[in-house]
């Protein structure tokens, strides 16, 4: 089978959650011998660096990428306001990628082409005009939803109605782009729930993000008297700057005088973060390896209020055996069990209430950490889930 996965942002270097997703898509396709090519953007926020591209991934994927200018222009977005357009779809279009695509659709003969997320169709009449592969949509979330959250999650009036227009045209959108694809793989349960309220007849599979779990091994935590509580997560991303925000002006100031340190990671962490910073509340910004970052701390904190989809790095945690206290909307997508191998907590109360109750009952944070990696090793092992897609690309 010859896939070609076009993507949003380079998968490699593994520096946020959408590109470990994309990434652990492509290694898992040619861990299953699939004739896999590779067409990316590149852009200010995700730039494509060859040097920090695996040279066995790189050879084998025959990776290459456009640059496309992403930043929000002014005068587009505003003309986007009187048209139909969805601005936050339209930028991620470029004439030189839609060449280059049709470039790559002329030279080969592919089965499949595989569009990682929603930014990725607007290039589907160029895949049509030039291919007779299927077009099969890795959904990593209902976009709408994240700003539908957002809108309502905000009290600047002017901001709150800009946000809703962009969620209308968004939803419009993607209801629109289901009757063009031959099939979704939705990240989430709750997404594909979403998906088949529309009644589209487009095929439809759950195809969760996964890990390859030889690459989180179990840390061995030293015995502390402190609780060590961690959130990692790229703040230009409104959804982690506003979980933070949260944590921040409302949660730590009530843990100040209990045996607790706040550990804080993530790229682009703002100015006003880093002066918070005290001898227990470690501001880290970026740190070279999640993974070697989170396997140091205890508890995983992350309070998210708006986003959709499934969130990578709770994924990754649960992996590495940690206790997790997040939302119901963190938490979506996971098939958890509260109070089991996570902990759901909506509100400041009950998340001080949670994290006081592991202080006073430290056995819970080893109790729900390994039920985590139990669940982890059932649902979410990346070698199941290539599986579950390939089987999904030869039914349709």
Known sequence: ??????????????????????????????????????????????????????????????????FVDTRINVIDAFSALVTSDSYNISRFFSPDFNKRLKEILNEDAFDV????????????????KNSSAKIVLRSHNLEHLIWERLANSTENTAKKFYLKHLASKLKKYEYDVIK?????????????????SLKEDCPLLTIPFGITLKNYPLPELEPNNELELFHIGAMDWEPNKEAVNWILDDIWPKLKKKKVNLNLAGRHMPGYIHQEATDRLIVHGEVDSAVEFMSKYDVMIAPLLSGSGMRVKIIEAMGLGKTVITTRVGAEGIDYQDGENIIIANTSGTIIHAINRLIENPQEIKRIGKNARHLIEKKYDNNLIINNLLNFYKEI
């Open 1 to 66: 089978m010859k896939v070609l996965q076009l993507c949003n942002k380079p998968p490699q270097p593994l520096i946020d959650g959408g590109c470990i997703a994309i990434n652990n898509i492509a290694n898992g396709l040619l861990h299953e011998n699939i004739d896999l090519k590779i067409l990316t953007i590149a852009t200010q926020k995700h730039p494509f660096i060859p040097e920090k591209i695996e040279s066995e991934f790189a050879k084998k994927t025959k990776i290459e990428s456009v």
């Open 113 to 128: 082409v595989h569009l990682e997320s929603l930014f990725m169709t607007p290039y589907i009449d160029t895949i049509r």
């Open 180 to 196: 063009e694809l031959d099939g979704i793989a939705a990240i989430s349960f709750d997404d594909t729930k979403k998906y088949k």
